[in-house]
Each structure stands twice: as structure tokens, then as C-alpha cells.
């Protein structure tokens, strides 16, 4: 239930005397927000990791907590030449004072100060030396948030972890323990904002009885630095206001708007703003009406914009009324207004142009839309990656999304700088995840699906971090920080996510998991979905080959990424082998770099994802010693299932693509002979 937050005791002997000698009293002198937040935290981690109590005064202590303004004027010219903080980046810096040494944390905000003091915490649960400490930290995102798709009935939509946690029924009048704890999580991360509801939105979190609730958990986050935000269903101004039309250029919508905004802030001076989807699988937009994106997310900008609000608009739009490759949609659609959108619009979008795939190229608009704020949508929880039943670390996912390069001003133009403002100088900037929080005992379901909350957060703060480093922070801090443990089990986690692209979608298939609730194999028609939710629109197997063509002789979706790009990806022979079946159609004898042919290449494929699964079995099986009774057996069980299912989709995909390529199962297949 602690999360990375188990705050263990110290067993190294020689690190715990150290650490007790080095730490007796601390001298919080700012932060009238969360001062008592900071103390609590402290108090209950160094209580925890070194068995003894500090104090809090102001004289002799070995840790001084103060905003820059607050320094005394030896500790101000000790920190003169720190380099530039924004305000909610902080210093740790150990600085002589009279005969002993002090460690200073210090930073611009209140808020700076928590970060501070939640790194601080890790250095302790990570064994680091506390002396001569010198860290500068800057988030590099301004808004980092979750978006939770949390219906007001409590269901969750792709949700594998029970119930939703916000309990609607009770609040305002009920504050559960849960709120504080997931509002700890989160700022020890560095996450700073969430969504409450789900993008398919009910208007009714719009009215007056639910708003009071949303004040409540806004008034538990703040002191945490979580910034409350909720999705707004674009069509209320008819279900909730009496409203004949929701038209954004009609006087009396946007006067609703501006009136909805201005009681929200009335009752949430802090309330960061909107988050919308709209014309998209359905849901109510601009569109209804003939009116263009921009003018929707224009006018709910106007709304919010006298109280600094901001719009995150989503660029998931696609439609199978159109006859174009769904890749393309949502660039289609957008490009033609970039740079129109207000100042405080910010467009969100996912990391891939289809849909949380275990693996996709980036997203076309990160390179196309240079004229508006950017941000990016992750999916935290693993619709496509095995619900909560496969151990799948997705920080890796994360991190080849960042550090893919757009070349939009030369080489090396990574999302990553794209997203952070260096190549475009946006101003506002942001990053979102889809929660995979529920009300599940361990939050998360899989216990180590709560490594990718805490991956999301520790990208969301530093989106160049390397999930190698991150696995192993995460391993740390909430298991044991032995080398026995830690070094194969970071191997583990960062194997584990080519094992699920290889036993589920190898060498660039995508959206091949079962219809409707993506669990599962299902490369074959299911049904009577429209086109693009049915799998062979993705796969396009045929007697010639398989996978889908998107260069110039296809949908041409790959001209959207620029001349680079499309000229490497153009031809098989230099596409990337890991997107090779998201670009071309390949014929089935076509020899790959291995020499042997696509059909050969795909079945050893999945049968290396199975034996992956294999490997990360018998991993886990010498992890015993390390972690309590109850996660190892939970974690043996999942992993249990995890090869069973990925046995279940190479056998169901080799066997249902075999009716096309025609060509034997290889041998290393068990079940060839
Ligand atoms: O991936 C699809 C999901 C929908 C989701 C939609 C979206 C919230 O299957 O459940 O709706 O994406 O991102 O809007």
C-alpha cells in the first residue's frame, strides 16, 4: 500500500550510523502551504528508515528548509552562484556553517520546498551519502498530470484495478485516508496536477452538487502541490444549462461557459482548467455545430483565460466516415490550424498516431505542429499491454517515444525537445498520463504495474531520465536496495517490454488485440465493428504478405513526418525492422537482415516474447529472500499467466497468419511437428 514510499529501515549498520549522526533536527522556516506537510513527511520517514525522531527548531539544526527570500545572509551568498531555478525546481547543497555543515534545501515556491524534501527522502531510501550534496533541480514540464478515466458511477474505463477511488457518494462530507496518500504519491514524483473524470465525459461533474466535492479533494491536494482539473463534456451547456445548443460561437454558450468557469474558481481559486475530448468516438464537439476545433477549445480558453485556466484539447480525432488511413486523421485535421489556437490552449497528444500500441512510431503532429503548445498523453494503465495481469515496465515505451528524433531542426530534434519547449520556445508546456489507479489493495493491481505510476512521474519531471535509471530508483525504494535483487531485476523490467511487443505485435503489427475490450489475441474479423476497430485493417494479411503500407504507393501516412524520415522509411531495406509492418506490406519470403524471411522472422518473434516470459519466471523465482511473502506469490501467479497468455497469442497469430503466407511453421515452434 506504500508504494515507493515503504521508507524501510537502514539495514547497512555503517550507512544507518551515518545517517543517525548526520540528522537530529531540521529548521523548516517557509512554506506557510505545506509546512506541516514537510514536517509529517519527514517525521515519518526518518522515524521509518532510521529508527529515531527529529526535531524541528530553528537552532543547531543540520537541515535548514527555506525559500531563497528566507535565507540568512550567509546562507544566501553560499547559494549565489546556483543557477537559475523556475519555480518549482529546488537546490539541495550542503554549505559550512560555524564548525559543522548544514544541508540546505531551497527553492522559489512552497512547493519547491516539498519536491526538495521528497528528493532529499530518496537519498536516504536510496543508501546516497548526504555529504557535500550540490543538486539543482528544475522540472522541465510545467504541467504534469493524470488524467483519470473515472466515471462518476465509479467504474473506470480501461481501468484494471477496481473501483475508482474517488468516492462521489461520500464526499464532500467524507475525506478518505486514500486522498492524502495518493496526493503524497504523487507530489513525491513530482506530478502536479489530475483530471479527475474520464474524457468520455458526464456533464454532471459541472454542477453545483458535484463541484462542492471537487472543491473537497482540491482543498485535501493542495497543500501536496496537486492542482485539481476536470474534463469538460463540450455538449453541457444543453444537458446541465437549458440550452437549446452548445455551438461555441453562439453569445449565450460562451456566456455559460464564463459563468461555469467563474464558479468554479469561485469555490477553486486554484483550479487549472479543462481537458477535452470532443468529435471524437462520439463524443460532442464543435463539429455538431460546423465549427472547427479551434473555435471549440478558442472559446472554453476565453472562459478560463481571466483566471489563468488552461485548455488541454485532445488531437485524438478520427472517424471511419473517412476514407483516410486513421494514422493520418488527426494530423489532417490540425495542421491547418496551428498557431490559432489561444495562449492557454494546449494540445494533448497520445504518443503514437493509432493507439497506445505496445510499440508505435511517434506521433506525426510532434513534428508537424511547430505553432502550438504540445503536450503528450501516455497510457499508464495497459489497455493494449495486458491489462493489470502483465508485467510490462513501461517507462521503456515512454522513453523511446521521447528520445525518438522528429529532425525538425536537424538531428537529434527529440520529442523530448519538442515537448519541453527548446525547439519550439512554447511556453506553457505539460505531459499527462492515463491513470492505472484504482481501489485495489496495491493501487495498481499488479503490484508492479505501481512502477509505471511512478515511472510516469519521474519522466513527467525529467522527460530525458533513462528508464534504467528509473527501474532501478524504483526497485530501491520499494523493495531492497541489495545488488543481488536489484541487478536482475532491473535487467527484468527492462526486458519486459520487448517481450510483450514480441509475443503480441512483432516488427510493427499494431491493434491486433481482440475487439471491444482489447484483451487478447484477435487478428481475425469479430463481429460487426466498423473498419478501423477491426484488426485486418491494421494487418492487411493477404496471399502476398503482411502488414499495412503507408508510404507513397499506400496511405502515404508516412509523408507526414518529414523529408527524413520518409526517405529512410520509405524503402523496406532501411525502415527500422521494429516498425517494418507499420510502414510497408512486406511479402511473406522477403529475407530480412537475419537472411531468413519475414514469415521465419515474425514466428521467431513471438516465440522470443514467450521465452522472454520464460526467463523473467525464472528470474523471479530466486527473488524470494527480497520481497514479502504475499508480492512474490501474487507476482508468481501473474507471471504464470503472463506465459500462458503469451503462449496463447503466438499460437492464435503464427496459426492465423499461416492461412496467408502458406509457408511451414518453423521448427523452434512447439508445436510445429
Ligand atoms: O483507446 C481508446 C480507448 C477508449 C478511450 C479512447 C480515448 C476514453 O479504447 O476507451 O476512451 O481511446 O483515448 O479517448
Known sequence: RNLWLQYDLV??????RTYKEQLNAVDIRSAALNKQVIQDELQTGILSMLGKHLSF???????????LKDLDANEKQQVSKTPKLESDGYIIKTIPKGSKDVILISGLSDNSLLYGTFHFLRLLQLHES???LDLVENPKLSIRILNHWDNLDRTVERGYAGFSIWDWHHLPGLIKKEYIEYARANASIGLNGTVLNNVNASAYILQDEYLDKVKALADVFRPYGIKVYLTARFSAPIEIGGLDTADPLSSEVQRWWKDKADEIYNLIPDFGGFLVKANSEGQPGPNNYGRSHVEGANMLADALAPHQGVVMWRAFVYSDEKPEDRAKQAYTEFIPFDGEFKDNVLLQVKNGPIDFQPREPFHPLFSG??????????????EYLGGMSHLVFLPQLFEETLQSD??????NSTVSKVLVGDLSGQKVTGIAGVSNIGTARNWTGHPFAQANWFGFGRLAWNPDLSAKAIAEEWLKMTFSTDP??????????????????????????HHIMAEGHHQGP?????????????????????SLGLGFDRTASGS???????TEIEKAYSKIETTPEKYLLWFHHVPWDYKLKNGHSLWYNLARHYQDGVLKVEDMISTWEQMQPYVDEYVFRQTQMLLNIQLKESKWWRDACLLYFQQFSNMEMPAFIPHAK
Request: avoid cysteine; charge should be negative; aromatic fraction near 10%.
Open 130 to 132: 548526504l555529504s557535500d
Open 369 to 382: 505542429m511547430q505553432k502550438t503548445p504540445l503536450m503528450m498523453e501516455f497510457q499508464i494503465t495497459q
Open 556 to 562: 502515404d501516412a508516412l509523408s507526414q513526418y518529414g
Open 522 to 542: 484477435g487478428p481475425w474479423v469479430d463481429g460487426l465493428a466498423r473498419e478501423d476497430w477491426t484488426s485486418v485493417y491494421y494487418h492487411k494479411a493477404d
Open 57 to 67: 527548531t530553528s537552532s543547531n539544526a543540520e537541515v535548514v528548509i527555506a525559500k
Open 406 to 411: 522528429t529532425f525538425i531542426k536537424g538531428k
Open 484 to 509: 543481488d535483487f536489484v541487478e536482475p531485476m532491473s535487467t527484468l523490467l527492462l526486458n519486459s517490454r520487448e517481450a510483450v511487443v514480441n509475443y503480441m505485435t512483432p516488427l510493427g503489427l
Open 11 to 16: 539495514t547497512d549498520p555503517v550507512v544507518l
